[in-house]
């Protein structure tokens, strides 16, 4: 079964750090973009960062530029979303995938994947 995990969620004070994981069970992410999405209660699902699939391209909301780093370790067939000085804000539930065209990084370009996992739920709070 071809299907992404997403894991690494949980609560976090403010300011605080978490390192989501995206790995991928079935089938190889080496040809894949990774794009990392989030939804927050009564709010669409929008796009936080993607990688392509050799990690030379990134991209970021502007929401989170400097605080977030997207990276990729193809041979553990996982992307990695590092949230560092979260805000009250990030509250989400967050969501990695896939998408074929390895080449291309398109922020929130959600029409374009291919395979969704089912969410890690981030909660920032004091």
């Known amino acids: 079964q071809l299907q992404l995990v997403e894991s690494g969620g949980g609560l976090v004070q403010p300011g605080g750090s978490l390192r989501l994981s995206c790995a991928a069970s079935?089938?190889?992410?080496?040809?894949?973009?990774i794009g990392w999405f989030r939804q927050a209660p009564g709010k669409e699902r929008e796009g936080v960062s993607c990688i392509s699939s050799r990690g030379g391209t990134t991209n970021y909301a502007d929401s989170v530029k400097g605080r977030f780093t997207i990276s990729r370790d193809n041979a553990k067939n996982t992307v990695y979303l590092q949230m560092n000085s979260l805000k009250p804000e990030d509250t989400a539930v967050y969501y990695c995938?896939?998408?074929?065209?390895?080449?291309?990084?398109?922020?929130?370009?959600?029409?374009?994947?291919?395979?969704w996992g089912k969410g890690t739920l981030v909660t920032v709070s004091s």
């Open positions: 079935g089938f190889t992410l080496d040809y894949y973009t």
């Open positions: 995938a896939a998408d074929p065209y390895g080449d291309r990084c398109l922020l929130g370009y959600i029409d374009g994947m291919d395979y």
